[in-house]
């Protein structure tokens, strides 16, 4: 039993090589454009403590012109705000002109 205790300390050690080894491949990795813009990025808080904002919104910041903003524009823009700790939210909410529209978006803690 000790034998097996003492394995599993020596396997979780890692080497100062490995370490900076990890840390190059995750450099390496390709950064998405827009996660440098989109970590700026704040919402309106509301009641509750959540920060909302809303994928129009968003997609204005971005400066994406109406005629990219197709499903994978989106597809990327969900797993970017993901990765930046945001989740997809679908709200029932009045537009501007006084109708009551649902609204697509992302919320996080803040």
């Given amino acids: 039993m000790r034998n097996r205790r003492r394995k599993a300390v020596r396997n979780n050690k890692v080497s100062f090589v490995e370490k ?3 840390s190059e491949a995750e450099a390496a990795q390709p950064v998405d454009p827009w996660r440098l813009r989109l970590e700026r990025v ?4 509301g009641f509750g403590g959540l920060e909302r904002i809303s ?3 968003l997609m204005d910041l971005l400066e994406v012109p109406q005629r990219r ?3 994978g524009t989106y597809r990327q823009l969900a797993k970017v705000m993901a990765q930046l700790g945001w989740a997809a939210v679908r709200v029932r909410d009045f ?3 006084g109708f009551k529209e649902q609204v697509r978006g992302y ?3 803040v």
């Fill in 42 to 45: 704040r919402g309106t808080t």
């Fill in 69 to 71: 903003r197709t499903a």
């Fill in 95 to 97: 537009n501007g002109r």
């Fill in 20 to 22: 900076m080894r990890a």
């Fill in 55 to 57: 994928t129009q919104t």
């Fill in 107 to 109: 919320v996080r803690a």
